[in-house]
């Protein structure tokens, strides 16, 4: 997948970009900030983009695939698995089975969430990377960059 942005920051062999993501890169989870402004951090500068240039970068479709799963998926499983624990260990521990399987329902995503945020802070590997393509235009930072 490729998406266009706009670089606001250097760091090293990476740079940040201003995104204005498409369709269907909208809700993968890569970016932050709000609806409007999306900010991707760490992204892979092989080729020299420098701050205000306009780069197209590469996602790869697997990484990009992953970040769903692990977004989506992973937390939904454990508040399912988290609700049928509590629901199955309630009537054992003499409560209400519903009551239990919220509240294991909810820790378990929670504690899914924090795993996960914790893993994503750290060195994600390089196939997961998204990494810029191409510079498309030089110095672009007053221009109209069409993003």
Known sequence: MRERGLVVAIHENEVDLAMSPSGDCDSCGMCSGTAGERVMEGVENRIGASLGD???IEIDSASHLRAVVRLYLVPVTMLV???LAGFLLAPWLGFDPDTVGAVTALSSSAITFRLLRR?????QGRAEKPRVHAIIARGCDGCDSGL
């Not at 893993?119 to 060195?123: D, F, I, K, V």
């Open 54 to 56: 306009l780069v197209d």
């Open 81 to 83: 698995v988290g609700y």
């Open 119 to 123: 893993a994503g802070q750290g060195n």
